[in-house]
Every structure is written in C-alpha cells, then in structure tokens.
C-alpha cells in the first residue's frame, strides 16, 4: 500500500496545506479519500490525474471534504484525454442526494458519455481482492471512517471526528493509523494531539498521522502532546507526503 497525502489541511486557506484528500494506492486501484477544494490540483501536482482514480469515498458532507467531485466529473469529460472507466463513488447515506443534487444543479456539465458513475454506500460496495469496513464516528450524523485491509495490511482513515470508542475499534492494529488533528486542544467533534495520542495507543497502531490540521497548529506542541500518550511511530502529514506500508 501507498499512501499519499492529496491535501494536509481544512477549509481555513493556508499556503502550506490544502484541502482534505488522501490518495489510497493498491497495487492496480487507487481509491481517493475526500476531495476538497483545490484537491484536483494537488492529485496533478503528486503525479496523478482523474483518470488514475477507480473510486473516491468520502467520510461527510462537509464543504472542505466533498466539494471537489463536480470540478472531477467535469474534468473527466476532458475531450482530449477522456475518462473511460467507469468511477465508483463511496459515502455515507446520503451520498445518492448529494449526487443528484449536483446533477439537478449542472446538468450535461457533469454527465459522462463515455463511462459511469456509480454511486453507493459502502454496504453496497464490494472490492475485489481487498477488504473495507466502515464506523460511525462523532462528527455529524452522517460521518463515517473507513478501514482497508489488504494481504495483511491495514490502512485506517477517520476523517473528521472527536474521539470515541468506535473509532478505537475501527483503528486496532492498523498499520497506518490516520487522524485529523485539528486544533491545539480538544473541541467538540474534532481531535487534539493528546486525544490523537491516546487513540493510537488503544489502537496499538503501529504509525500515527496526523492530518486536517488548522493554522493554529504548531508541530512542537504536537510532539509533546502526542508523547503524553503514545510512544509508537508517527508523523505530521505534509501535502505531498508519500508513505509505503
């Protein structure tokens, strides 16, 4: 498994970080986590393009994590290098309105003729060679995390969300555990470095990342309150970053 992070940051503009997206490579498949704003830039920027991506999950709805998948379709229909696979979207109920939403709202701009988008929640979902399984998490009612498992490797994505013991489950034993961390101390619906800390140590996670960090955060403090809880391998995502497990 390959790891690369699309976009470290949130919906807060940053020149250092973008917007929420992490590319899952497997073997012959790429699954995109989020697509935020920009993220479509940056997933050209780390050496890919729409055409590389087989599917796309999202955690939530929210405008930082989801509002890149028009600008995707749209690009997709690019008449000179057009997509022809089929695209799998994955999200959590919900995910059909949002779709149709979009199509209510732009129309032919983001009908493809040339392949399908098939939009789904992970129940329906069924991938060949790989495993997925999934966790409502706190963050808003419709939020979800999700854990890929593959020839023994176990990759965990939590997406936005405050600690519980959900997220716990859906991160044991993972080999890449990924968190947002959003601010310096804990605020409802999000993590904080020492509650980060503290997942990955009941997780037994064998590598922490950090990711969905706010401008506010600085990356000594995360050190220390991370080194409260947890005394395994871990990083701070930076966009570009790319990690083997």
Known sequence: ?????????????????????????LDHENILFDTGPGSLRELLKAGYTYNDIDHIFYTHFHVDHISDLAPFVFASKYELIP??????IVGPEGIEDIWNGLVDLYGKQIIPSLYNVNV?????????????RTAKLPHTKESIGYRIEKKGKVFVYSGDTG??????????????????????????????????????????????????????MDEEEIITEIRKEFGGQFSVAQD??????
């Open 1 to 25: 498994m390959f790891i690369t992070f699309i976009g470290t940051g949130c919906g807060v503009p940053s020149k250092t970080r973008g917007s929420p997206s992490i590319l899952l490579s």
């Open 83 to 88: 997509r022809k696979k089929d695209i799998n």
């Open 120 to 132: 789904m929640t992970p129940d329906r979902f069924e991938p060949d060679g790989w495993t997925i």
């Open 163 to 216: 600690y519980s013991k959900e997220l716990v489950e859906l991160g044991k034993g993972a080999d890449a555990l990924i968190l947002e961390c959003s601010f310096p101390k804990e605020v409802e619906g999000h993590l904080c470095p020492q509650l980060a800390g503290r997942v990955a140590r009941e997780c037994n996670a064998k590598l922490l990342i950090l990711t969905h960090l706010y401008p506010v």
């Open 240 to 245: 570009g970053m790319r990690v083997e497990i």
